[in-house]
């Protein structure tokens, strides 16, 4: 027994020790999947007032973690008309020149407007994680308008706790989800009048509390994605983004649409008075002709005999409920098929399915309509 106890109290002097080591060193955060950064509110964050190469691109993350043109985030300048934009990869565009993305674009589209534009996007988002940053940040931006970048293929999946963990990438160790209508758990904590909580709460609560198992699990994650990079991702036979495109899909994913109607409506609550314009991100598969005829459409009919799909059913559904929650949106489904002759959809977006320089163009010169 007396073993016992002085192995107990061995391991405790060992753990506190370490805790208190990380602390001091100031590597209690380290960074997970790339370069993202553990963040008790959001999931995570890129890093704090840091230049990170990518390619031929040249990041710079503010010290609120999000990619911008500076290190250091700017007082509110009431003269400038102030553009906070809400998004995941796809508006982070961390692979890409900053001057080449639809972020930087729009900077010279709206100069008569005299801009200055806030991003607060990362990799793997979903919308919950967007309104916790409009509530998060408002204040400090202060903003005229808020775009929020919609991407159909994973955001509704994103935002839905019957798909968390479910993932490739095992991203989903840290984000809040929204709990179901339908469901009766008890909250972790409210956005508005929004119940939130973790897929897991035990990890979550040593997540924010202890640096060690942050450094465990940015062990985890680097070599899931490490791994995945150079070996790839196994094929799934039927991915759940599928659904996107089915007039009945499964109960996980109307879970997911009920979710993300809820969510619009709380994000046009957050933004109080300020215009907010909903924008649709279609994929390649969407757009492109040849990959929905020949990738997407056998799949549909072997993963879901009998059940109706449509291109554009995914669009749809969020143009509806952005509608519904007193948004404006737009979808950027025409844009790209309309620019596609002239560029071909291959040029349009880069390997893995992101933007290239001339689909960010498209994009912003579409959003700038709107603004």
């Not at 040249?58 to 973690?65: A, R």
Request: proline fraction near 5%; hydrophobic fraction near 40%; charged fraction near 25%.
């Amino acid at each position: 027994m007396r073993l016992s106890v002085y192995l107990i109290c061995f391991l405790a002097f060992l753990t506190a020790s370490g805790e208190l080591f990380l602390r001091l060193k100031g590597l209690d955060n380290p960074k997970f999947a790339f370069d993202w950064v553990y963040h008790p509110v959001l999931g995570h964050t890129g890093p704090y007032s840091e230049v990170v190469k990518r390619g031929k691109a040249e990041n710079f993350y503010s010290e609120l973690g999000f990619r911008s043109d500076w290190l250091k985030t700017p007082a509110p300048d009431h003269s400038l008309f102030t553009l906070m934009i809400l998004g995941d990869s796809m508006t982070e565009a961390n692979d890409i020149e900053r001057e080449k993305t639809y972020v930087g674009t729009l900077q010279g589209l709206l100069k008569n407007k005299k801009p200055r534009i806030h991003t607060f996007a990362s990799s793997d988002y979903g919308t919950l994680d967007e309104a916790l940053a409009l509530n998060k940040f408002k204040n400090s931006v202060q903003p005229s308008a808020v775009v929020l970048q919609f991407l159909g293929l994973n955001d509704f999946i994103n935002n839905t706790l019957a798909y968390a963990e479910k993932n490739k990438a095992e991203s989903d160790f840290s984000r809040a989800y929204v709990i179901p209508a339908s469901s009766t758990e008890s909250p972790s904590f409210f956005l508005g009048d929004l119940p939130l909580t973790y897929s897991s709460k035990v990890r979550s609560w040593w997540l924010a509390h202890s640096a060690l198992f942050r450094l465990y699990y940015a062990r985890k994650t680097a070599r899931i994605w490490e791994y995945a990079m150079v070996h790839g991702y196994p094929e799934q036979g039927c991915p759940g983004e599928l659904q996107l495109f089915l007039e009945e899909p499964d109960d996980g994913w109307k879970e997911g649409i009920e979710v993300t109607g809820r969510i619009l409506k709380q994000i046009r609550a957050e933004a109080e008075k300020v215009p907010v314009l909903g924008v649709y991100f279609p994929s390649n598969i969407e757009t492109d002709d040849k990959l929905w005829q020949e990738g997407i459409v056998p799949k549909l009919e072997h993963c879901f005999p009998g059940r109706k799909y449509g291109r554009h059913i995914g669009e749809k559904r969020f143009l509806g409920l952005a509608s519904a929650a007193g948004l404006k949106a737009i979808s950027l489904w025409e844009a790209f098929k309309k620019a596609a002759p002239k560029r071909t959809e291959a040029t349009l977006y880069i390997p893995g399915g992101h933007y290239s320089p001339a689909g960010h163009l498209v994009a912003a010169q579409e959003i700038a309509k709107h603004l």
